[in-house]
């Protein structure tokens, strides 16, 4: 994009200067503007364009034009230089729409629209209806771009507890890692995890590429390892997710390591390797430790520990006796107020207005009386009448066999119910008085362990309390115990710094001794150890000639006996081309075998064996249609039970009816019997 706009403004500039150096047409056709508005370079006060009208008549020009000009879409300047500047502005847009984003370009822009969507999102809105509001402000007009960045902003959004498990993972097995690319691995971590196989793996590689290697190895190193997955991550992730969708996941990392690892030696070789040109290269930052001094002061002494003295607040102020004098006055001014106004008010002059109509006699609370009966009359509620039920059908329902069943059953449980509750009845008529007293020492018993845990807990409040004040007591002695120990302490290793560094001086003078005598011995050693490679080297050939040659002779030896083996394989199968077989199905295999038979022994068999079936199939028969009768027996039994319980409860209905009519009917109504 800078080469593109610097190109343009290049030609502006040559058009620019042109149009004021040489042509008296009026305007320059050679040169292109990359802005509508000039800079102030090109702005020269003394010169003017033949076609370039002030802004006053240019205003005055476009409203002397037709309707139809001012309603178009595409508005064409009346100024030639404007409206060749809006056309060149117009092809460049147009050109621009078919240009794709460079892998970097996509991810830093992908990496914005997230941030934004986290922050600047209104209650409710989508992914996709953000994207498409915010994406032409970043310049994304390719439908290729769009489409993918609208997918990378929804499967962030929606994966987002998955992506932030694993970012937490790798960030504590990392250290070196830094939490400004954390935008930048959320969006390659989603991509690696769930869009792999639809992205291809060489455009995953264009995006891993484009960045900065040093940031990249270890991301990469630790994404694309199964192991590190499943220790560190897998766990986790079960707990929010299904175990098949992690089982995917880390399938398609599995499918794609190999391509992973040679991205990760490319960027080995990117990170370690030295410079092609001979420019210098930083080293790695190497930790070393502090040069700490020792310092020669003696080792303070540390006062006694005191307790700090308790706090005491100040007492409130005291409030000052008695009314201020402008309250005394103004007290004095409201009360010779009041007195005015009460000597106006009594005489007769101010007294409030007589009127005849109130004094007047009237029959307003009648009237108000009347409307309010009949507005109560009109508006009285009348509850609605209730249909009485109707009369059960006489017709029986037939029954099928399970509900048949369930109906005995019912019926069967209701009984044994009531055998119960009589049984019960009869076992509980006895005197209840032995349980009575036995509740009531049960009782006392109980007030009395209440009494007992009462002063128990009483008196273990009191021991607790005398156990806090000797246990403070005691943890500031050791406190203070700590303290003198501390400071003895403090001396020991004062002392025991200074012998260790007297004795890092003395190793230090002796490994340089043995580093200097061990120089000197490296030559011979070296020379010896030439030696001993070479004659090594002769040994392992001499083997490796003798292996050779022995093998050679093997495989021979091998060859020869399975062309023998060859030989005799084709002599057999033309010798088999002439035999032929008879077969009687009156004689045996003839292998020896227990249950060894002929083929007509073999029918004669099976038919016996048919039989047998055919008399075991008679019985079965003859056993299911004796059950059927006896459960087609045990049916009739058990309707014709239902059915007399039935009649019973019909005939207790009924019963009940006939006896709450009774009562319906021979009830007295006060009202009558007073004739009111």
């Not at 460049?92 to 970097?104: D, G, S, V």
Request: with cysteine; charged share 30%.
């Amino acid at each position: 994009m800078g080469k593109e706009s610097g190109h343009e403004h290049g030609k502006g500039e040559h058009g620019h200067h042109h149009a004021h150096g040489g042509h008296g047409h009026g305007h320059s056709h050679h040169g292109r503007h990359h802005s509508h508005c000039t800079g102030p370079e090109d702005f020269v006060p003394e010169v003017k364009e033949p076609g370039c009208h002030p802004r006053e008549e240019l205003r005055e020009k476009k409203k002397s034009l037709d309707l139809q000009w001012r309603r178009s879409t595409i508005k064409v300047s009346p100024c030639v230089h404007c409206a060749s500047q809006e056309a060149h502005e117009r092809a460049r847009r147009y050109r621009a729409k078919a240009k794709c984003l460079a892998p970097a370009e996509l991810l830093v822009c992908s990496m914005k629209l997230i941030e934004s969507y986290r922050k600047k999102r209104e209650p409710g809105q989508t992914p996709n209806v953000y994207a498409d509001i915010w994406l032409p402000l970043y310049n994304v007009v390719h439908p290729y771009d769009i489409q993918t960045m609208k997918q990378i902003l929804f499967g962030c959004v929606r994966y987002e507890r998955l992506l932030r498990i694993f970012l937490d993972r790798m960030y504590e097995q990392i250290s070196t890692l830094t939490f400004d690319d954390e935008m930048k691995y959320t969006v390659l971590a989603y991509l690696a995890f769930l869009r792999l196989h639809e992205l291809s793996w060489p455009q995953y590689r264009r995006l891993v590429m484009s960045q900065p290697p040093g940031r990249m190895l270890p991301f990469m190193r630790f994404i694309f390892n199964e192991r590190e997955l499943i220790d560190h991550v897998q766990a986790s992730w079960c707990a929010v997710y299904d175990i098949e969708f992690v089982r995917d996941i880390l399938e398609s990392i599995r499918f794609f390591s190999s391509e992973a690892q040679e991205v990760c030696e490319a960027l080995e070789e990117r990170v370690y390797a030295p410079d092609p040109l001979g420019r210098y290269v930083q080293p790695p930052t190497v930790p070393k430790p502090f040069k700490m001094s020792v310092s020669k002061t003696v080792c303070p002494n540390f006062e006694e520990w005191a307790p700090p003295e308790p706090f005491e607040a100040r007492p409130a102020p005291m409030f000052e006796k008695g009314r201020t004098l402008e309250v005394k006055r103004l007290s004095a001014v409201f009360k010779e107020n009041r007195q005015i106004l009460k000597k106006k008010y009594d005489d007769p002059k101010h007294q409030p207005f007589r009127l005849r109509c109130v004094e007047r006699p009237t029959n307003i609370e009648q009237l108000r009386t009347e409307v309010e009966e009949k507005f109560i009359q009109d508006h009285h509620y009348i509850p609605a009448e209730i249909n009485p039920a109707p009369a059960m059908p006489t017709v029986e329902v037939k029954l099928n066999v399970a509900t048949l069943l369930r109906e005995h059953a019912l019926f069967q449980k209701q009984m044994d119910q009531d055998k119960k509750k009589i049984e019960a009845f009869e076992l509980e008529l006895r005197d209840d008085s032995d349980f009575k007293l036995w509740q009531e020492e049960q009782r006392m018993q109980d007030e009395v362990a209440d009494a007992i845990n009462i002063e128990f807990n009483r008196k273990k409040v009191m021991a607790t309390d005398q156990a806090a004040i000797e246990a403070k007591e005691k943890y500031l002695a050791e406190k203070m115990e700590i303290g003198r120990g501390a400071r003895e302490e403090a001396k020991i290793s004062h002392l025991t710094i200074q012998q260790e560094s007297k004795n890092e001086k003395f190793r230090k003078k002796l490994k340089h001794f043995l580093v200097v005598q061990d120089k000197r011995g490296i030559k011979i050693a070296r020379e010896n150890v030439a030696k001993a490679r070479k004659a090594n080297a002769l040994e392992v050939q001499a083997e490796s000639e003798e292996l050779c040659a022995k093998s050679t002779l093997q495989k021979a030896q091998e060859m020869a006996m399975k062309q023998e083996l060859v030989r005799q394989l084709r002599a057999l199968e033309k010798e088999s081309c002439h035999m032929e077989k008879k077969f009687d199905i009156y004689s045996s295999s003839g292998q020896g075998l227990l249950q060894e038979m002929s083929i007509a022994q073999l029918r004669t068999e099976l038919v016996l064996v048919k039989r047998w079936l055919q008399h075991e199939e008679d019985i079965k028969r003859r056993k299911i249609h004796a059950v059927k009768i006896e459960r087609q027996n045990m049916l009739l039994e058990r309707s014709r039970v239902v059915t007399q319980m039935r009649h019973i409860a019909r005939a207790q209905w009924l019963s009940k009816k006939a006896h709450e009519k009774f009562y319906d009917k021979t009830e007295i109504n006060p009202a009558e019997q007073l004739g009111l």
